[in-house]
């Protein structure tokens, strides 16, 4: 069975995920502002590997627009 943390320990996690959420936000806001995706979009696109580029051609070609 794993062991609990103490409240030191504790307060730590909890500061370090709340810091690392902050970041992930900010990210996913930065990517948002930048290439016009939505929230959705941005994780699609981080976690699939596609560049802004091609996600822009991408979202151009959905709304029926042309490269």
């Known amino acids: 069975?794993?062991?609990t943390l103490d409240d030191s320990e504790m307060?730590?996690?909890i500061a370090?995920?709340?810091a690392n959420d902050a970041v992930l936000?900010?990210?996913a806001r930065?990517?948002?502002d930048a290439a016009g995706l939505s929230a959705a979009e941005a994780v699609e696109q981080r976690e699939s590997g596609?560049?802004?580029e091609q996600a822009?051609?991408?979202r151009a070609l959905r709304r029926?627009?042309?490269l």
């Open 56 to 58: 822009a051609a991408l």
């Open 25 to 27: 936000t900010a990210v």
């Open 11 to 13: 307060a730590r996690w």
């Open 30 to 32: 930065e990517i948002q």
């Open 64 to 66: 029926g627009g042309s």
């Open 50 to 52: 596609v560049t802004r």
């Open 16 to 18: 370090w995920k709340r």
């Open 1 to 3: 069975m794993a062991q």
